[in-house]
Nanobody, 127 residues
């Protein structure tokens, strides 16, 4: 069983940056970052593949967020720049039980396709 632990959340002002970390144990073929704001559904933010390092982003964060992976340390990072109040949410990392070799369309952003989840880290963007 894969275990994931997020860290790095906090309170920042609009325009500032944060770097989230997802430390995982075991083999993962893909790591996704999701977020959930109060009263809203869980939203796929980004995903990175182990097979070829492919990365995926939601339109809402493209150009501001960068996902990266350090397999030596079993950590996936989410660098978040130019944060805005609408980025406020609990951020989760997750991984599927199945081995993903390739992602089709926006499948990476479907939380139902992920089996293991971390406990989440809170990000608040407010002036």
């Amino acid at each position: 069983q894969v275990q994931l632990v997020e860290s790095g959340g906090g309170l920042v002002q609009p325009g500032e940056s944060l770097r989230l970390s997802c430390t995982f144990s075991g083999f993962t073929s893909a790591i996704g970052w999701f977020r959930q704001a109060p009263g809203k559904e869980r939203e796929g933010v980004s995903c990175i593949m182990k097979s070829d390092g492919s990365t995926f982003y939601s339109d809402s964060v493209k150009g501001r967020f960068t996902i990266s992976r350090d397999d030596n340390e079993n950590i996936v990072f989410l660098q978040m720049n130019n944060l805005q109040p609408e980025d406020t949410a609990v951020y989760y990392c997750a991984t599927p039980k199945a081995i993903w070799v390739k992602v089709y369309g926006n499948d990476w952003s479907d939380p139902d396709l992920y089996d293991y989840w971390g406990q989440g880290t809170q990000v608040i963007v407010s002036s």
